[in-house]
C-alpha cells in the first residue's frame, strides 16, 4: 500500500497562512521594501545536518502566498534521507519576495524535518523485530496533520488523528465502570470503530481482550513484564506498547513482541532540523 507522505492541503494553506500573518501583521516586511524591486535571486536551500526531509508543501505554499512569482524546485522529495551539505531544492524570484519568505518556510521546513528524522532514528532503533512506531495525539495545536504527515515521511504510521477516529478507553474514562462494561457500551454505540484498552497491569489485559477489545495499549509495563501480556493476548488484539520511550530503551521493549509501539516525543520533543537559504546570485 502506497503511503501518503504530505498532509492535506487545506491543513498545509490554513497554517501557512497563520504563520505569515504572524510574521507581516500589521505592516509587511519592512526591510525587505528597501531591496531593489527588480532584484532577482536563485537561494539554494542547504541541509546542515543528516536527516530526513519533510514540510515541502508547506515552503511551496509560504512561497505562493508570498508572492506567485516564486518558483519552487526541489533537488530532494518528502522522506529523502539528506547529508550535512545537500542542496533538498532552489527558490528562484524576487529577492524581496524570497527574504520575506524565508524564515516562515524555513521554519515549517526545520520543524517537520525534525519529526520525520527523529522518527526514522526510532523506526532504526527496532529494525528487525517487527515492531512499527506510532505517533501519539502529543501534538502541536494546529500543526498536527502536518506533524504526522512527517511522521509518515520518516517511515512511522499514525495513531488516531482526533477523537472521532476510534474509542480509545483509559482509566479516566473508566470510572464506575468495568472494562467489560465500558467495551460493551462502546460497541454498542460505534460498532464500525476499532475499540482500544489502555491496561496497565496483566489483569486488565486478560478483561479487555476477553470482553472483545481489539487493541490493548500497555501503558508503563516494564520490558520483562511485556512478552506475558502478548502471550496472554494471543493475537486476539493489536498489541500497543507506550510509555515514556527513548532511543535507548526502545528496543529492550520492542523485544517483548509487541505489534506496534507509541512515541509521543516524535511530536512533542524532536529537535529542530538545521537548514539554511543561501543566496547564489543577485
Known amino acids: 500500500m502506497t503511503v501518503n507522505l504530505h498532509p492535506p492541503i487545506g491543513a498545509v494553506r490554513d497554517a501557512v497562512e497563520r504563520a505569515l ?3 507581516l501583521t500589521p505592516m509587511g516586511d519592512l526591510t525587505a521594501a528597501l531591496i531593489d524591486p527588480g532584484a532577482r535571486v536563485n537561494a539554494a536551500i542547504v541541509a546542515r545536518q543528516e536527516g530526513v526531509l519533510a514540510g515541502t508543501l508547506c515552503v511551496e505554499e509560504t512561497c505562493r502566498q508570498v508572492d506567485p512569482d516564486i518558483a519552487v ?14 542542496i533538498v531544492g532552489y527558490l ?4 524581496r519576495s524570497v527574504l520575506t519568505a524565508e524564515r516562515t518556510a524555513l521554519n515549517f521546513l526545520s520543524h517537520l524535518s525534525g519529526v520525520a528524522t527523529l522518527t526514522d532514528r526510532f523506526v532504526s532503533a527496532v529494525r528487525g523485530t517487527g515492531v512499527q512506531i506510532l505517533d501519539t495525539r502529543k501534538t502541536t495545536p494546529g500543526l498536527r496533520a502536518l506533524e504526522k504527515a512527517a511522521v509518515r515521511a520518516g517511515g512511522g504510521r499514525n495513531h488516531r488523528g482526533s477523537l472521532s477516529e476510534m474509542v480509545l ?4 474514562h473508566r470510572a464506575g465502570l468495568s472494562i467489560a462494561d465500558a467495551v460493551k457500551q462502546a460497541k454498542e454505540a460505534w460498532p464500525a470503530r476499532t475499540i482500544e484498552v489502555e491496561c496497565d497491569s496483566i489483569e486488565q489485559v486478560g478483561e479487555a481482550v476477553d470482553a472483545g477489545a481489539q487493541m490493548i495499549m500497555l501503558d508503563n509495563f516494564q520490558p520483562d513484564q511485556i512478552r506475558g501480556a502478548v502471550a496472554l493476548v494471543e493475537g486476539r488484539a493489536v498489541v500497543e506498547v507506550s510509555g515514556r520511550m527513548s532511543l535507548e530503551t526502545i528496543r529492550a521493549y520492542a523485544a517483548g513482541g509487541p505489534d506496534v509501539i507509541s512515541v509521543g516525543a516524535l511530536t512533542h520533543s524532536a529537535p529542530v532540523f538545521d537548514f539554511g537559504l543561501d543566496l547564489e546570485n543577485r
Do not use: Y
Open 21 to 23: 500573518a504572524e510574521d
Open 73 to 86: 524546485s526541489w533537488e530532494m522529495g518528502e522522506g529523502w534521507p539528506v547529508q550535512s551539505g545537500d
Open 92 to 95: 528562484h524570484g524576487f529577492l
Open 169 to 172: 478507553i483509559k482509566d479516566n
